[in-house]
């Protein structure tokens, strides 16, 4: 079983829909959960990290941790098209001996059609 | 300026062939990452440097070592190439290891196949 599974997708939807990103994990030492984007042929970027449960907000990004059950979401509001890219949950324990490893999902390929 | 920087973009080479993937940062930071991205979009953590020391050392082929000749700069040499090697190979850094929220910079990415 891997650490962290991701939905792979694709996932194609039009413009200003409300897209759902889901990961689970296995591990209950992780503590940090981030998402990442990834654009096509670029690496990736930090989209929102948060560590506790319950939602964080960013624009029209929203971040839900649910320790209990182990499952991550990102959700994006009113989806433009350069919202279509790969996006990566990863997770992390932080500190001590993990020296910021992170482990991640394997990715959601989304497109947003106008 | 390019905060992450790796050469080069592209790299096809013979299976058997012995390659080299740089990688410099110009952010400061401490810490540096090699991961390898497959076909898939699985992205997974090989090696990581603390300031020229080796923190993290995943289950890795022996044919592939790292070398970090100061805390800027993160090479990858792998002998011996394999089909199983081509992939798409990140750089990344960070200000410290394992910071509480620490963002990890990715760099462009080597898309290498080999052949």
């Known amino acids: 079983q891997k650490e962290v599974e991701q939905d792979p997708g694709p996932l194609s939807v039009p413009e200003g829909a409300i897209v759902s990103l889901n990961c689970t994990y296995s591990?209950?030492?992780?503590?940090?959960f981030m998402w990442y984007r990834q654009y096509s042929r670029k690496g990736p970027e930090l989209l929102m990290y948060?560590?506790?449960?319950g939602n964080k907000e960013d624009g029209r990004f929203t971040a839900q941790v649910d320790k209990s059950s182990k499952y991550i979401s990102l959700f994006i509001r009113d989806s433009q098209p350069s919202d279509s890219a790969t996006y990566l949950c990863?997770?992390?324990?932080?500190?001590?001996?993990?020296?910021?490893?992170?482990?991640f999902g394997q990715g959601t390929i989304l497109t947003v059609h106008p | 300026d390019t905060a992450v920087s790796q050469t080069p973009k592209y790299l096809v080479t013979q299976m058997g062939n012995d390659k080299s993937i740089k990688c410099e940062q110009n952010l400061g930071h401490d810490t540096m990452y090699w991961y390898k991205q497959d076909s898939k979009k699985f992205l997974k953590i090989m090696f990581s440097y603390n300031n020229k020391e080796l923190i993290i050392n995943e289950t890795v082929p022996n044919r592939f070592s790292p070398k970090s000749p100061d805390k800027a700069h993160l090479n990858l040499h792998i002998n011996s190439l394999e089909l199983g090697d081509s992939a798409v190979y990140f750089c990344?850094?960070?200000?410290?290891?394992?910071?509480?929220?620490?963002?990890?910079?990715f760099g462009p990415g080597t898309r290498l196949l080999v052949l």
């Open positions: 591990n209950s030492a992780f503590q940090y």
């Open positions: 990863a997770v992390t324990n932080a500190g001590g001996t993990s020296y910021g490893k992170l482990t």
């Open positions: 990344a850094s960070s200000l410290i290891a394992g910071g509480i929220g620490e963002t990890q910079y």
């Open positions: 948060t560590y506790s449960s």
